[in-house]
């Protein structure tokens, strides 16, 4: 029971990493100089709110669903070079500090499903 609390403790800071993530171009300020970066974070940001949402609700059951918030926080730590031309400092930044923490919650949830699942 208590590894299932620390990962939808877990989980639920993928719902605030993806909240910043879908809203962080207007809190940076490149919505305008770079709007296919903002809609990507856009999309990224809230697909992680409702992953993380729903993986917070049933944490036994989302161990497959974790390798997908993975994926997502490696793509918001490439998609500046990917997705927009000559990315300034504030929007590496942003996206790299938030996909690094999406991919260090991504793990450590995983890390913690796994564990419980190795006791039971």
Same mark, same amino acid.
């Given at each position: 029971? =208590?590894?299932? *609390?620390?990962?939808?403790?877990?989980?639920? @800071?993928? #719902?605030? &990493?993806?909240?910043?993530?879908? #809203?962080? &171009?207007?809190?940076?300020? $490149?919505?305008?100089? *770079?709007?296919?970066?903002?809609?990507?974070? =856009? +999309?990224?940001? #809230? &697909?992680? &709110?409702v992953l993380g949402l729903c993986m917070s609700m049933v944490p036994e *059951?989302?161990?497959?669903?974790? $390798?997908?918030?993975?994926?997502?926080?490696?793509?918001?730590?490439?998609?500046?070079?990917?997705?927009?031309r000559g990315p300034d400092t504030g929007m590496i930044l942003s996206n790299?500090?938030?996909?690094?923490? +999406?991919? =260090? $919650?991504? @793990?450590?949830?995983?890390g913690l499903l796994m564990s419980k699942s190795k006791r039971t």
């Open positions: 029971m =208590l590894q299932t *609390r620390g990962v939808a403790a877990v989980e639920e @800071l993928v #719902i605030l &990493a993806g909240v910043y993530a879908a #809203i962080s &171009a207007w809190t940076v300020h $490149f919505a305008a100089a *770079r709007p296919e970066l903002a809609l990507s974070n =856009l +999309v990224v940001g #809230i &697909a992680l &709110a *059951r989302s161990q497959d669903l974790n $390798f997908v918030v993975l994926l997502l926080g490696a793509w918001l730590i490439v998609s500046p070079w990917v997705v927009s790299v500090i938030t996909g690094a923490c +999406v991919c =260090l $919650f991504a @793990l450590t949830a995983g």
